[in-house]
């Protein structure tokens, strides 16, 4: 599940006018987020939450999240350790390695031991559509970017 974009329009997000290094104006092209979890219906919540803001792409198993980590580069990689062929949380020193600035998001059900290992933690299923929204909004700095509505 992916839904990516010419990177034509691309025009890289600068934080020297102060605010976040991660993020996008109207005129840059939206963060690109690895969605790594085994499971189909956690994928469609979450890429229909974050879509038009981010570019999401899913993948189901960690032989193809370390495939994509590889050959793109990505803000935000939300993984869930529970893989049908492997430990997700295995994935963390290659984003760390292969993706410089990117951050991670550990959205899992039974690993509440690594909640220090990336970025942030949320529970899942327990964690609101709203919370989560807020959790990748905040790490990609997005509220900060986006262009505030007229009154």
């Known amino acids: 599940m992916t839904n990516d974009f010419s990177q034509e329009t691309y025009r890289p997000f600068s934080d020297q006018e102060g605010g976040c290094s991660i993020g ?22 979450l890429s229909t939450l974050l879509v038009p803001e981010t570019q999401v792409t899913h993948v189901a198993t960690l032989a193809d999240a370390e495939a994509l980590l590889h050959l793109q ?20 020193s290659l984003v760390r390695q292969r993706q410089g600035e990117a951050r991670v998001l550990l959205y899992s059900a039974r ?16 964690t ?6 807020r959790t990748v909004s905040d790490l990609l700095c997005l509220a900060q970017a986006m ?3 007229p009154q």
């Open 24 to 45: 996008f104006s109207i005129f840059a092209e939206a963060p690109r987020v690895l969605h790594v979890d085994g499971d189909a219906d956690a994928a469609l919540v």
């Open 73 to 92: 580069q990505f803000a935000l990689v939300v993984i869930d350790p529970d893989l049908p062929d492997g430990d997700g949380g295995s994935l963390l």
């Open 111 to 126: 690993h509440p031991e690594q909640h220090l290992a990336g970025s942030a933690f949320l529970p899942k299923p327990w």
């Open 128 to 133: 609101s559509p709203r919370q989560l929204w």
């Open 147 to 149: 262009p505030v509505e």
